[in-house]
């Protein structure tokens, strides 16, 4: 089962979140029927989204796009407090396989553009804060927002494995790094010297007790404790109500139009790719209300 732990050195001068999202990008993957570049570019950001909605309380939740002007398109993550997130990348058949590492490429195809995260808190305008792409390797991108709009210095990783015979997802999953305002240089020195030591993400996730060794490889000899441990998940909220309010919202000549030339409709949600079908006689009843 996928899941997440939040850690805190014992001195309180950094904070640590690792994540194993394997089940949730497989599960991405297979909803959406991607294709290995896209599977890996909205593997990176549904991962991202699960980092800031592990940030939050109650029932605040948060979207990711990365609106960037390559081949992918917007890719797009709405995350919550509880683990939940989905999402869905605009042009899901990128197979632009392998740089000289075995690793899909995918700065090139997420371009230039910006890395915006809004978080709804339940209030009349929900919070925006947007930064430039700096790279499009996205876990880059979300250490650069943290620095520019939250004044955290961060380090990210982040990693979707795709196994190379079937190029389904193998493992999946990423660490977030945060100094915390006390830290003292010589410490903030030896843990960038740890994190440049570490195994990847990918070897770590293939390993016995995976999130245990990623924690111990970023903090080293820097004693820490255990926080919290919760679970993640590939979960949509959509329901064939919701839709439904969507269609009454069009008004009766729009319905009427859909009886008469489609005699129904069928509405595909954006995030989970469900399909949920309309009758004629479902549709009327719209009308008539």
Same mark, same amino acid.
């Given at each position: 089962m996928d899941k997440i732990i939040k850690s805190m050195?014992?001195?309180?001068?950094?904070?640590? #979140?690792v994540l194993d999202a394997t089940q949730t990008v497989r599960e991405a993957q297979k909803r959406h029927h991607t294709w290995p570049t896209s599977t890996v570019a909205l593997g990176r950001t549904l991962i991202a989204a699960q980092i800031l909605g592990a940030n939050e309380k109650g029932d605040e939740?948060?979207?990711?796009?990365?609106?960037?002007?390559?081949?992918?398109?917007?890719?797009?993550?709405? @995350?919550? @407090?509880?683990g939940n997130v989905k999402g869905y990348v605009k042009n899901k058949?990128?197979?632009y396989k392998k740089g @000289?590492?075995?690793?899909?490429?995918?700065?090139?195809f997420v371009g230039n553009g910006f890395f915006v995260?809004?978080?709804?808190?339940?209030?009349?305008?929900?919070?925006s804060g947007k930064v430039d792409l700096i790279t499009g390797e996205i876990?880059?991108?979300l250490a650069w927002y943290f620095l520019s709009s939250e004044q955290t210095p961060s380090s990210v990783g982040l990693n979707v494995l795709l196994d190379e015979s079937e190029d389904t997802?193998?493992?999946?999953?990423? #660490? /977030?790094? *945060?100094? /915390?305002?006390?830290?003292?240089?010589?410490?903030?020195?030896?843990?960038?010297?740890?994190?440049?030591a570490m195994p990847s993400i990918a070897t770590l996730l293939t390993s016995t007790d995976a999130l245990s060794q990623m924690l111990h490889a970023i903090y080293g000899d820097l004693p820490f404790t255990l926080l919290s441990q919760s679970p993640l998940s590939f979960s949509c909220d959509c329901s064939k109500e919701r839709f439904r309010d969507g269609i009454r919202t069009l008004g009766a000549q729009a319905i009427t139009e859909m009886i008469e030339e489609d005699h129904g409709a069928e509405v595909i949600c *954006? #995030?989970?790719?469900?399909?949920?079908? #309309?009758?004629?006689?479902e549709l009327h009843a719209l009308i008539l209300k």
């Amino acid at each position: 089962m996928d899941k997440i732990i939040k850690s805190m050195s014992k001195n309180g001068h950094f904070r640590a #979140f690792v994540l194993d999202a394997t089940q949730t990008v497989r599960e991405a993957q297979k909803r959406h029927h991607t294709w290995p570049t896209s599977t890996v570019a909205l593997g990176r950001t549904l991962i991202a989204a699960q980092i800031l909605g592990a940030n939050e309380k109650g029932d605040e939740k948060i979207t990711v796009k990365v609106l960037g002007d390559g081949a992918l398109g917007a890719i797009v993550a709405v @995350s919550d @407090s509880k683990g939940n997130v989905k999402g869905y990348v605009k042009n899901k058949e990128l197979d632009y396989k392998k740089g @000289s590492t075995g690793e899909v490429l995918v700065a090139p195809f997420v371009g230039n553009g910006f890395f915006v995260v809004i978080k709804d808190l339940g209030l009349k305008q929900p919070y925006s804060g947007k930064v430039d792409l700096i790279t499009g390797e996205i876990g880059e991108d979300l250490a650069w927002y943290f620095l520019s709009s939250e004044q955290t210095p961060s380090s990210v990783g982040l990693n979707v494995l795709l196994d190379e015979s079937e190029d389904t997802v193998k493992v999946a999953g990423g #660490f /977030m790094l *945060q100094a /915390m305002p006390d830290a003292l240089e010589d410490e903030i020195t030896q843990i960038e010297k740890n994190i440049k030591a570490m195994p990847s993400i990918a070897t770590l996730l293939t390993s016995t007790d995976a999130l245990s060794q990623m924690l111990h490889a970023i903090y080293g000899d820097l004693p820490f404790t255990l926080l919290s441990q919760s679970p993640l998940s590939f979960s949509c909220d959509c329901s064939k109500e919701r839709f439904r309010d969507g269609i009454r919202t069009l008004g009766a000549q729009a319905i009427t139009e859909m009886i008469e030339e489609d005699h129904g409709a069928e509405v595909i949600c *954006q #995030f989970c790719n469900r399909k949920y079908e #309309f009758s004629q006689e479902e549709l009327h009843a719209l009308i008539l209300k």
